[in-house]
């Protein structure tokens, strides 16, 4: 898992440590030592924490004239035990959506397992972005299997062309154009 990178080809547009508006602004990540872990297994420096022991994230694009975010995480996002959807949600989510972000774009191909408990923190962070909406892609079948036993695809938008998108030979904007297409199709 060490060897698995978040997403850097649109750091010269973007980068959250940098960015005083970010949760994430000053974050530093030490490139010379392996100091996260999931489960026993190190991961790459560059994922940021939000304070769990089971998911990682990285901010990788926020446009806040566009309101909208893309975050792509790794590990295993385990709401049963480590309540990540509430450390992702306190942590992160509110703070973008105080800043205006209604629109969120979730990368999920580096997300092994989900473990689901209630949906509230979900549908919370659904009704904070009521003109806006939520999107997964490239989660793993088994894991988006695991999230619609628990109701959260009453709230994040999987399936369909999300699940196998060429995301990463897309600039961010185009990624979002691209995203937003597909749901307002969707969406009516």
């Given at each position: 898992?060490?060897?698995?990178?978040?997403?850097?080809?649109?750091?010269?547009q973007?980068?959250?440590?940098?960015?005083p508006?970010?949760?994430?602004?000053?974050?530093?990540?030490?490139?010379n030592?392996?100091?996260?872990t999931?489960?026993?297994?190190y991961?790459?420096?560059?994922?940021?924490?939000?304070e769990?022991?089971?998911?990682?994230?990285?901010?990788?694009?926020?446009?806040?004239?566009?309101?909208?975010?893309?975050?792509?995480?790794i590990?295993?996002?385990?709401?049963?035990?480590?309540?990540?959807?509430m450390?992702?949600?306190?942590?992160?989510?509110?703070?973008?959506?105080?800043?205006?972000?209604?629109?969120?774009i979730?990368?999920g191909?580096?997300?092994?397992?989900?473990?689901?408990?209630?949906?509230?923190?979900?549908?919370e962070?659904?009704?904070?972005?009521?003109?806006?909406?939520?999107?997964?892609i490239?989660?793993?079948?088994?894991?988006?299997?695991?999230?619609h036993?628990?109701?959260?695809?009453n709230?994040?938008?999987f399936g369909?062309?999300?699940?196998?998108?060429?995301?990463?030979?897309?600039?961010?904007r185009?990624?979002?154009?691209?995203v937003?297409?597909?749901l307002?199709?969707?969406?009516?």
């Open positions: 898992m060490h060897t698995i990178e978040p997403h850097y080809n649109w750091i010269e973007y980068s959250a440590s940098e960015d508006r970010s949760p994430l602004f000053e974050a530093e990540n030490n490139l030592a392996f100091t996260n999931i489960y026993g297994y991961i790459h420096p560059q994922w940021d924490s939000l769990s022991d089971t998911l990682f994230l990285k901010i990788l694009f926020v446009d806040y004239d566009e309101g909208i975010a893309i975050i792509e995480f590990g295993e996002w385990n709401d049963a035990i480590e309540n990540d959807i450390s992702l949600k306190r942590n992160i989510i509110d703070l973008m959506v105080h800043e205006g972000i209604r629109k969120f979730l990368v191909e580096n997300v092994f397992n989900f473990h689901g408990s209630d949906d509230s923190y979900y549908e962070w659904f009704e904070d972005v009521e003109d806006g909406w939520i999107a997964g490239n989660f793993q079948e088994h894991v988006i299997r695991e999230m036993q628990f109701n959260v695809d709230y994040v938008n369909g062309q999300l699940d196998e998108m060429p995301w990463r030979t897309y600039e961010p185009r990624l979002f154009t691209t937003d297409g597909i307002r199709r969707r969406l009516g």
